[in-house]
């Protein structure tokens, strides 16, 4: 993800990405965003959802060190990955909703963009714009999901 939109969703969710400075056997932010800047509108949505929780968690006296922080945001499987040290049933829902929503997404670019497979194997999100010249790409299978 391009840096100027990392900085603002770190800028606009401060409490669940404060551990981004920690090295990486403490939290794998340090390396930024390990994903394509299509996503990021969804990203930057359940970071918002995700940080409201957090300062509900807060205010009802839950401590820093207890509150929820982004450990790794990457893609995996054609779809975004979001982890956390610690969630609520409620952010899970949140986070699972917006992982399957994004995979008609291309993570490039942000268009919208059927699941597809390269090479019959690899699942991907990209549109016709963003595939690799020369490599076979199909529509995947409900089985592939």
């Known amino acids: 993800m391009r840096r ?3 900085e603002n969703i770190y800028q606009q969710c401060p409490i669940i990405y404060r551990g981004r400075h920690q090295g990486p ?3 794998l932010m340090c390396f930024g965003f390990d994903c394509g800047s ?4 969804q990203i930057l949505t359940l970071s918002i959802q995700i940080e ?10 839950v401590e820093l060190g207890y509150l929820p922080m982004v450990t790794q945001v990457k893609e995996k499987y054609a779809g975004p990955r979001f982890y ?4 609520t049933d409620e952010m899970g829902e949140l986070i699972s909703k917006a992982e399957e929503d994004s995979l008609c997404i291309c993570e490039e ?3 919208e963009e059927k699941l597809m497979t390269a090479y019959g194997r690899f699942l991907t999100t990209c549109c016709e714009l963003h595939r690799i010249p ?5 529509e995947a299978d409900d089985e592939d999901e």
């Open 4 to 6: 100027q939109l990392a």
């Open 25 to 27: 056997d403490k939290n």
């Open 38 to 41: 299509g996503w990021y509108d």
């Open 52 to 61: 409201k929780l957090t300062e509900k968690l807060r205010d009802r006296g």
């Open 84 to 87: 956390l040290t610690v969630s």
């Open 109 to 111: 670019c942000g268009a």
């Open 134 to 138: 020369g490599v076979p790409y199909s």
